[in-house]
């Protein structure tokens, strides 16, 4: 819910909607559900346990006392990665960029409610980073499961009660 510094200010942001509208160009944003940084807030909450937040955020994550054996599809790297207290967190991509634990309804709702914040805003809609990989399964699967499509159903449907308008596209 804000703009990286070096980009400019939300100011500038919401200049640049308002002009690209009077063009006809719809604004599109990038927006990354899949993970987060291993340097945001709720993963540095999430991974300490004396955290004050710890508790709210360790099942923003997938977290496993001893890691599966599951590898990267494209190139047979794992996936889980230590925690340095002695569990294992998921993080597909790379181990500085955890996954979310999109089944969770308190990430689901923290998504939502930011999406909402651009759409209403002026944001057309999104570009959907790494949405063949939202959700896992339990076996190791970690592309194209039905999970992932349960999410995008579900978020296609809280986004259309207030922006029935809003594009979203996947990458």
């Known amino acids: 819910r804000a703009v990286n510094p070096a980009y ?8 640049l909607i308002q002009a690209a509208h009077v063009r006809g ?3 599109i944003l990038d927006f990354v559900i899949n993970h987060s940084s291993s340097q945001h807030p709720w993963f540095r909450a999430a991974r300490d346990a004396k955290h004050p937040d710890h508790p ?7 977290w496993r006392a001893q890691a599966p054996d599951w590898k990267r599809p494209w190139d047979r790297a794992p996936v889980w990665h230590p925690s340095g207290a002695g569990d ?5 991509f790379w181990s500085e960029m955890p996954d979310l634990n999109l089944e969770n ?3 689901f709702h923290e998504l939502v409610g930011a999406m909402r914040f651009w759409l209403a805003r002026g944001v057309d809609g999104f570009r959907l980073d790494a949405v063949r990989h939202l959700c896992e399964s339990p076996d190791g699967v ?3 499961v039905d999970a992932s499509h349960a999410v995008l159903k579900r978020l296609r449907a809280a986004l259309a009660k207030g922006h029935p308008n809003a594009v979203l596209v996947g990458e």
Request: no cysteine.
């Open 8 to 15: 400019g200010t939300i100011a500038d942001l919401d200049e």
């Open 25 to 27: 160009i719809r604004v």
């Open 56 to 62: 709210r955020y360790r099942s923003w994550y997938l």
């Open 88 to 92: 294992w967190y998921y993080a597909l």
């Open 105 to 107: 309804p308190a990430v």
């Open 142 to 144: 970690l592309a194209d």
